[in-house]
């Protein structure tokens, strides 16, 4: 864990009210892995603010990208910040994604629950993993994220909306469940890597379950301190209660209490 007092080096708007913030932070950017999250201290809010999750979306050259989107005071506080501007960033932090896979990697993520597939994604494909399919969901095609830099990795995204402007029309599990089942009726294996809420995490790690192949849910909780001291972010699992910035935030689909 490292303590960075990072310079903004880019910061884009994309639509739907979502940006990429791209931050100056050689120590973090050399050591974290695709699940794990930073802390970040908003500038502008007042010193008694708690630090702001995010889940990396990549960390490559001395560069540590997050996206995100603008919901509330902390991230419309955050949308404010410029090139050149300093950013307190703790990190990086929690129990991220493994790197192997056996089979096909199906990717799932809703909204910006893509954020940390993208690393996971370009991470795989340069330890030769080819076989990646990306699922991704939202309610219109504006929350359709990052599509353009999957693909320029060769990650093939099939998508879904609920209002049907792009993709499929309803979940993104009626996409997955087709892929799966190909799959299953080729002999193929596949696991699941999945970020987003609750609902499709759920829906994600039952089909894991009931298929026998592994998943690995990213879960999304409150989180306060980030360290594992105030136990705000608890996750039932059949081990009892667990953090999910510490021994999360990516679980065993088989481990999960719902």
């Keep these: 864990m490292i303590q960075e007092n990072c310079k903004v080096a880019s910061h884009v708007a994309i639509s739907g009210g979502y940006s990429y913030l791209s931050l100056e932070a050689p120590g973090m950017a050399a050591s974290a892995a695709p699940g794990q999250f930073v802390h970040v201290r908003v500038p502008g809010l007042e010193e008694t603010a708690i630090r702001r999750p995010f889940s990396i979306f990549d960390a490559r050259d001395g560069i540590l990208t997050l996206l995100y989107k603008n919901v509330g005071r902390g991230t419309a506080a955050l949308s404010k910040i410029a090139p ?27 909204g910006f629950g893509v954020a940390p597939l993208y690393f996971l994604a370009r991470r795989l494909k340069e330890a030769g993993h080819a076989d990646i399919v990306l699922f991704a969901g939202g309610r219109t095609a504006q929350d359709l994220l990052a599509l353009d830099r999957f693909e320029a990795l060769g990650v093939e995204a099939r998508v879904a909306t609920n209002d049907g402007s792009a993709g499929a029309q309803g979940l993104v599990t009626v996409p997955l469940d087709g892929c799966t089942a190909q799959l299953s009726k080729d002999g193929k294996a596949f696991e699941f890597f999945a970020c987003g809420p609750d609902p499709m995490l759920k829906a994600v790690a039952s089909r894991a379950v009931e298929s026998g192949a592994k998943g690995w849910i990213s879960m999304d909780r409150h989180m306060v301190c980030g360290v594992g001291a105030c136990y705000a972010c608890i996750q039932k699992t059949v081990r009892g209660n667990s953090r999910c910035c510490i021994e999360g935030p990516v679980f065993s689909a088989a481990d999960l209490v719902w």
């Design 84 to 110: 050149g501007d300093a950013v307190d960033v703790l990190g990086p932090l929690g129990h991220g994604f493994p790197l192997k896979c056996s089979g096909t990697a199906l990717l799932v993520g809703g």
